[in-house]
C-alpha cells in the first residue's frame, strides 16, 4: 500500500476523528489527549525539536499519526519522547507505521540523542523491537529506548 508522510504544522486543520474514535474502541485515550493537549496549547510539538507528523493513505485519508517531544521524563534536552503514535487498524501490517516511525527518527536525529516510549502491548513491543528500538523498563516510564547516534 503507498503512503504519504506529512509533517503537521497545525493539527486543528487536520480531521482525525475517525483515529481519535477507533483509538477510543481499543481503549486508548491517548489520541484524544493528543486534540485536547493540542487545542489548549499544553502540547503543540513547537519546543526545539519536537514535531508531529500523518501518513496519508492514497485517497489522502489519515491513516496514522504521531510525534516527538523533549522528554517530560529527563533533565537532558538531548532525551526525547516518541508520543501520541496511533496507526489505523486497516492501514497495520502495510508498512504506515514503519514509515512514520522512520520520519520521526529521522527528524529526530538533528535534535536528540535518543528517543523512548512506553507501551504496554505486545503487538507494539514488537513492532517497535522490529523498527530499532530496544527493550528497556530500567525507568517506571520506559519499555523501550532507540540510540539515535548509531
Do not use: W
Request: glycine share 6%; hydrophobic share 35%; net charge negative.
Amino acid at each position: 500500500m503507498k503512503f504519504t508522510v506529512d509533517r503537521v504544522d497545525d493539527l486543528q486543520k487536520l480531521d482525525i476523528t475517525k483515529l481519535v474514535e477507533e483509538s477510543e474502541t481499543e481503549g486508548y485515550r491517548f489520541l484524544s489527549r493528543l486534540v485536547d493537549d493540542y487545542k489548549d496549547g499544553t502540547n503543540t510539538f513547537n519546543q526545539p525539536g519536537e514535531a508531529l507528523f500523518c501518513i496519508r493513505d492514497k485517497g489522502e485519508n489519515i491513516v496514522a499519526i504521531g510525534g516527538v517531544n523533549q522528554s517530560p521524563f529527563s533533565e537532558d534536552n538531548k532525551v526525547a519522547r516518541l508520543q501520541r503514535f496511533y496507526v489505523e487498524a486497516d492501514a497495520r501490517r502495510q508498512g504506515a507505521g514503519s514509515a512514520l516511525l522512520k520520519e520521526i527518527t529521522d527528524h529526530s536525529r538533528d535534535y536528540f540523542n535518543e528517543i523512548t516510549v512506553r507501551t504496554e502491548s505486545s503487538k507494539a513491543d514488537a513492532f517497535y523491537r522490529v523498527n530499532g528500538f530496544d527493550f528497556d523498563d530500567s525507568a517506571s516510564e520506559t519499555t523501550h529506548v532507540m540510540n539515535l547516534q548509531k
